[in-house]
């Protein structure tokens, strides 16, 4: 995935500064424009941080800094790089949400969130089974003629 603006110039008046000057203009990927370096053809970072996109290596640069992600590009094969650049752009966007925990904390707060909610299901379920019992039994009453009554109210309020 590379950005590169194509410009020519027309030699009709002066064939000698159309000599001069090139032939095409290459637009520096987000991260070669925040660090003010030149971006070359070869440059590891251009395919994951396109120059529409300067926040994504912004927050990545904050957290893991520029050297760190090369290197870390660089040691991995091309087509886990895509990954891995999410991976850390996720990370940095959680460790400034949560400086302490990062993800974990996001994946933490999730699972007790989880939790709760398996609890609750479980819950309502008894609730659901108490209610269809009632039910069962009062029927059963009505077709023997028999009548105890079983306060079931005590179960549903709990």
Do not use: W
Not at 83 to 101: G, H, L, Q, T
């Amino acid at each position: 995935m590379e950005y590169t603006h194509r410009t020519t110039f027309s030699s009709s008046s002066n064939s000698s500064l159309s000599s001069s000057l090139p032939t095409t203009c290459h637009i520096p990927c987000a991260a070669c424009k925040i660090l003010r370096r030149r971006c070359t053809e070869k440059c590891v970072l251009a395919p994951y941080f396109p120059p529409t996109e300067p926040l994504k290596f912004v927050i990545a640069h904050k957290v893991f800094g520029a050297s760190n992600i090369v290197k870390a590009l660089q040691e991995l094969p091309e087509s886990s790089r895509a990954d891995a650049v999410s991976s850390m752009v996720y990370e940095s966007y959680a460790r400034i949400r949560d400086p302490v925990y990062g993800c974990a904390g996001a994946i933490s707060q999730l699972q007790k969130q989880l939790d709760d909610l398996q609890t609750e299901l479980a819950m309502t379920q008894a609730k659901l089974l108490l209610i269809r019992c009632k039910q069962q039994y009062e029927q059963n009453l009505e077709n023997t003629g028999f009548f105890e009554d079983i306060n079931f109210s005590s179960f549903l309020d709990s």
